[in-house]
């Protein structure tokens, strides 16, 4: 089974910018759908971006597109999410994971990374 680890979280100051990385170990990554998920304080864990195994096919939450941009390194079996114009409402916990076929939601989600802290001050 594949395992995920988060990196590139800190904190930033509104208008900012943030490059996260998931990071996998395990032979199946270039097959694998992948997400990134985000959970703030005393609200439950949100969508917020996927890409297809190919790196051709991307969808974003409502409230992060134009701003942010998912990616990933096949080679290097990455997947990144960079993060502009930052506003304090993105301030979570940020999570990567793999997903299953069409969905967009923690349920169609698995093999959780631990996470990565995003904090925009404003």
């Known amino acids: 089974q594949v395992q995920l680890v988060e990196s590139g979280g800190g904190l930033v100051q509104a208008g900012g910018s943030l490059r996260l990385s998931c990071a996998a170990s395990?032979?199946?990554?270039?097959?694998?759908?992948v997400g990134w998920f985000r959970q703030a304080p005393g609200k439950e864990r949100e969508f917020v971006a996927r890409?297809?195994?190919?790196?051709?096919?991307?969808y974003y939450a409502d409230s992060v597109k134009g701003r942010f941009t998912i990616s990933r390194d096949n080679a290097k079996s990455t997947v990144y999410l960079q993060m502009n114009s930052l506003r304090p409402e993105d301030t979570a916990i940020y999570y990567c994971?793999?997903?299953?076929?069409?969905?967009?939601?923690?349920?169609?989600?698995?093999?959780w990374g631990q996470g990565t802290q995003v904090t925009v001050s404003s």
């Open positions: 890409i297809s195994w190919s790196g051709d096919n991307t």
């Open positions: 994971a793999a997903m299953k076929g069409a969905a967009l939601t923690t349920q169609g989600a698995y093999s």
């Open positions: 395990g032979r199946t990554f270039n097959f694998l759908i």
